[in-house]
């Protein structure tokens, strides 16, 4: 499977995402316009996010930090978490149960 051939969705304003969809995880890979945020919330998904390039400003349960490439965040089921790309980023993540919403 080539990444690139999949169709991307604009998920919230600004974040475009690929998806794979298996039994019982989602995969995504996002493209994010510099700027664009995504509002707190919390979701009963289990949830880790890889920056891949850029830099991406996370706050998860009250605490924000800057991510880097190489790094990685994990996020438990129903913690508030929520983000801004402080330039264009690639991201990716892992959602644990499947994201339905994303299908």
Same mark, same amino acid.
């Given at each position: 499977?080539?990444?690139?051939?999949?169709?991307?969705?604009?998920?919230?304003?600004?974040? &475009?995402?690929?998806?794979?969809? @298996?039994?019982?995880?989602?995969?995504? +890979?996002?493209?994010?316009?510099?700027? /664009?945020?995504?509002?707190?919330?919390?979701?009963?998904?289990?949830?880790?996010?890889?920056?891949?390039?850029?830099?991406?400003?996370?706050?998860?349960?009250?605490?924000? &930090?800057?991510?880097?490439?190489? @790094?990685?965040?994990?996020?438990?089921? +129903?913690?508030?978490?929520?983000?801004? /790309?402080?330039?264009?980023?690639?991201?990716?993540?892992?959602?644990?149960?499947?994201?339905?919403?994303?299908?």
């Amino acid at each position: 499977m080539n990444i690139l051939e999949i169709p991307q969705k604009e998920i919230v304003k600004g974040y &475009k995402g690929r998806f794979v969809h @298996m039994e019982t995880f989602t995969l995504a +890979f996002w493209e994010v316009e510099a700027g /664009a945020e995504i509002p707190i919330h919390s979701h009963i998904h289990e949830q880790t996010t890889q920056v891949i390039e850029g830099e991406f400003e996370m706050t998860l349960d009250g605490v924000t &930090k800057i991510y880097k490439p190489g @790094m990685l965040v994990t996020i438990p089921s +129903f913690v508030k978490h929520g983000g801004k /790309a402080i330039t264009a980023c690639k991201l990716s993540d892992v959602f644990c149960p499947v994201r339905e919403d994303y299908k």
